[in-house]
């Protein structure tokens, strides 16, 4: 026998056991964007390469060593996508819908980096994500939090924290680079190989590492919120304002970065202390220099993403559970005509009964399997289909998980005797 075929490392199937979890948390993704007047996007999950080297920034994880990057037959260096903030800010530039308006969006789906697979770390990952354009006050920046706050209550996920901080302009940046540098400069030594190269070309980044023995050095370091010009602090200002007004606690991080090389002012995550290494669960901020860096006219922007698969851990975790439904009615039928007249028997049903779920016996079977299946699928009620019933156009309704006598109804009759059972 030739080996099987195995999925990809790090990209995993979600089994049907699993994707009632999976279809739980979309519902309530669709019902909040809903709530808050959120329109969905979608884009492509291949894009040119120089979209994310142009906007992720060269001197990334992802960018470094995360891409999945290929040319295609025609020689076009194409990528999967790591992220969704570049794609949509590609599709919004490109279909004309963010210069002078306001957008509300969001989109859902797989995301790839070839990262070292681990819990919480996958290389096909899926991300939920939310992008407004159009919006400079820091009033959207609140409602962006505000409702991933809401969408932890609606998942029931209690044990989740904020931690914010503002970049600032990105002169006010550049003002405390230089300060950066030179305090990095005198700790050299502890810095690993990773940091003395970005020391060079971001040093910022350096502050991001998840290098433990730096940790201490890192703690230490000059904090950009001195560096701050006072239009960024204005808007962080108001910004923790409108969160105090609305009870969200957070913590202000002043080593929070974010891997990304796009955002400026607001920048947050949401961790939790449950999931291990992979604490971060969603990850935000503002862009407003990205869209004209991709070729647009200047745009302000803020979004956050979050991961999926972390999510449904802690959820699973806290012990919440999405069971399966299983069908409520189980169609038994036995013999050539009887399937014949089955499987109709069962489309009327379905007909007459949009909200019941209706599973047909298929692939014949003695009256004693089809009698286990019902049983085994978790239905309620098994409606058996037998010579002699359609003979006199009735059907027997046997009560699968209730102590009640078997009965006989009319075929004709059965739609209203189900909704009245
Ligand atoms: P990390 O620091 O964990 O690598 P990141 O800063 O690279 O995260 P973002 O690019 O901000 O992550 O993505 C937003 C969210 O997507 C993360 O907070 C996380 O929940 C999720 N995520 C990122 N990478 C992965 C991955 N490889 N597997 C699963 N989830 C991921
Ligand atoms: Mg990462």
């Known amino acids: 026998m030739s080996k099987t075929i195995q999925s990809i490392r790090g990209m995993h199937d979600v089994l049907p056991e699993d994707s009632s979890r999976w279809q739980a948390f979309e519902q309530v993704v669709r019902d909040l964007m809903d709530a808050y007047g959120y329109r969905e996007i979608r884009m492509p999950a291949v894009e040119s390469t120089d979209l994310f080297c142009r906007s992720i920034g060269e001197v990334t994880d992802i960018v470094e060593k995360e891409m999945y990057t290929f040319e295609d037959r025609n020689g076009d260096m194409l990528t999967l996508r790591p992220e969704g903030t570049a794609s949509c800010v590609r599709a919004g530039i490109q279909h004309g819908i963010l210069h002078n308006q306001v957008q509300r969006l969001w989109y859902m789906g797989p995301m790839f980096r070839h990262e070292r697979p681990q819990k919480g770390r996958y290389r096909q990952f899926h991300q939920f994500g939310v992008e407004t354009y159009g ?105 923790r304002q409108y969160l105090d007004d609305a009870g969200i606690a957070y913590n202000v991080n002043p080593r929070l970065v974010r891997g990304l090389d796009y955002y400026c002012k607001t920048v947050f995550e949401w961790v939790t202390d449950s999931l291990g290494a992979q604490g971060t669960v969603c990850a935000g901020g503002r862009y407003d220099g990205l869209v004209e860096q991709l070729g647009g006219r200047a745009t302000p922007a803020a979004g956050f993403a979050l991961g999926i698969e972390r999510l449904l851990a802690l959820r699973q975790d806290s012990g919440i559970e999405d069971q399966p439904r299983s069908p409520d009615i189980y169609v038994m039928m036995q013999g050539e005509s009887s399937v014949r007249h089955g499987l109709q028997f069962a489309e009327k049903l379905r007909d007459e009964n949009p909200e019941l779920r209706v599973l047909s016996n298929c692939g014949g079977g003695s009256f004693k399997s089809q009698m286990k299946k019902a049983d085994k699928s978790g239905a309620d009620i098994a409606l058996i289909l037998g010579e002699s019933e359609i003979a006199d156009n009735t059907v027997t309704v046997k009560f699968l998980r209730e102590q009640k006598e078997q009965q006989t109804v009319s075929q004709d009759d059965i739609s209203e005797f189900l909704k009245n059972k």
Not at 141 to 146: H, P, R, V
Not at 180 to 200: A, F, G, I, W
């Open 135 to 239: 919006i400079a006050d820091p009033d959207i920046d609140a409602e962006l939090i505000l409702m991933s706050a809401r969408l932890w209550q609606k998942l029931q996920l209690e044990d989740i924290r904020l931690e914010l901080n503002t970049l600032g302009s990105a002169e006010s940046r550049q003002n405390y680079r230089q300060v950066l540098v030179d305090y990095l400069n005198d700790h050299r030594e502890l810095l690993d190989e990773d940091s003395l190269r970005r020391l060079e070309t971001n040093p910022l980044r350096v502050l991001d590492s998840k290098n433990r023995e730096m940790q201490a050095m890192i703690e230490q370091a000059p904090s950009l919120l001195e560096y701050l010009d006072n239009e960024s602090e204005d808007h962080f200002e108001q910004l």
